[in-house]
């Protein structure tokens, strides 16, 4: 008896000290964790500003565009600085709207042109999609970076992305060249001619005439799909947007809304210059501008348009029109396209 007590009492002891040295390990590791975190907030960090990038990249749903618009108001704000290290940090992004990636992607390409010594770089997403967008549509690649994946969703990889200045050379790039073969082949005549003078169309009048005599430039930037048979296509402009340049550029047309009574939404003024184009295409028998755009939407079944251009969005289905305001401006023009290639594909 005296034995078997002898050791319980000496498992007892071992099992004891046991519980002290894991417990004593636990303490010492915390302790350890909160010394390095108190040295990492103590040490000047090599980034002067690091910015989080929203949860989802949106321009049709409040709040995520509001989110969106702050985070590019923030990157332009610190972009514009001298010599400034700038982190893009998209940890806790998990969705990616084509329209509000192709925002962001010019708004960053224009920086990088404008800001030579600007030095910007992306912290990677907890989200591998996002990491995978990011390196499909060359953001990656612009600001020197590598995360070594190779894209492999379905809604990711038949995505690309192109950009250029005015409309010299629009014809020789091989993803307009693409789009296309495509659209001449599955679309009828007349929507193919309205569609590819469109894009001409907004590439060509989108900005101020005094911005393009000091730079000399007109960029845009062009996200292309074809999957699903469905044809998207995103064009983008950091233009003056299209409530902004009918009193300067379009007088006669401004000028006639004006009589119609002045609209006191720019999702309004939006549409009403397209209804002014449509009644002189149906007297000229032609259209041009934005009479081009709606015309697609008019002659493709179950296709879309969705035109963001500052404050105002004017969104054309098949069977209705959808205007909507916000309270920021995406600061230009955003214009999407959606085109089904059968008769059974609808736009989701």
């Not at 910015?51 to 618009?69: D, K, Y």
């Not at 992004?93 to 224009?110: E, G, P, Q, S, V």
């Not at 005094?210 to 048979?229: G, H, L, M, V």
């Amino acid at each position: 008896m005296k034995l078997l007590y002898k050791k319980q009492r000496n498992r007892q002891i071992k099992i004891q000290y046991k519980r002290l040295r894991f417990f004593t390990k636990k303490k010492l590791i915390i302790k350890r964790k909160k010394r390095k975190q108190a040295f990492a907030k103590s040490r000047p960090s090599w980034w002067d500003k690091s910015i989080l990038a929203p949860r989802i990249f949106s321009i049709w749903h409040e709040p995520a565009r509001t989110e969106l618009i702050k985070f590019l108001d923030l990157l332009r704000k610190h972009a514009n600085r001298e010599k400034t290290k700038i982190r893009l940090d998209f940890c806790e992004t998990i969705h990616m709207n084509a329209d509000a990636t192709l925002l962001f992607k010019a708004t960053l390409m224009h920086l990088k042109e404008k800001s030579a010594n600007t030095v910007i770089k992306c912290a990677p997403s907890k989200n591998q999609k996002i990491n995978e967008v990011l390196t499909q549509i060359s953001v990656l690649k612009l600001l020197g970076q590598d995360f070594n994946i190779t894209p492999h969703f379905e809604d990711v990889i038949y995505w690309r992305a192109t950009e250029g200045k005015g409309s010299d050379g629009e014809k020789s790039d091989p993803i307009l060249q693409r789009c296309d073969q495509v659209m001449n082949r599955v679309l009828s005549r007349e929507v193919y001619v309205g569609l590819t003078e469109a894009m001409t169309n907004t590439r060509q009048h989108a900005y101020d005439t005094a911005y393009i005599a000091s730079t000399n430039r007109t960029e845009w930037w062009i996200f292309a799909q074809e999957k699903d048979n469905e044809l998207t296509i995103a064009i983008c402009d950091l233009g003056i947007g299209i409530p902004t340049s009918l009193p300067h550029k379009k007088t006669g047309i401004y000028e006639w809304i004006l009589k119609r009574g002045k609209p006191e939404k720019e999702s309004e003024l939006i549409a009403e210059a397209i209804h002014y184009q449509i009644t002189r295409t149906r007297r000229k028998n032609q259209g041009k501008g934005l009479t081009q755009l709606t015309q697609v939407i008019d002659k493709a079944k179950n296709a879309a348009i969705y035109i963001h251009s500052n404050h105002g969005c004017y969104a054309k289905y098949s069977d209705k029109t959808e205007l909507k305001d916000y309270d920021t401006s995406v600061g230009g023009t955003v214009i999407t396209w959606r085109l089904p290639l059968s008769e059974g594909a609808t736009p989701q």
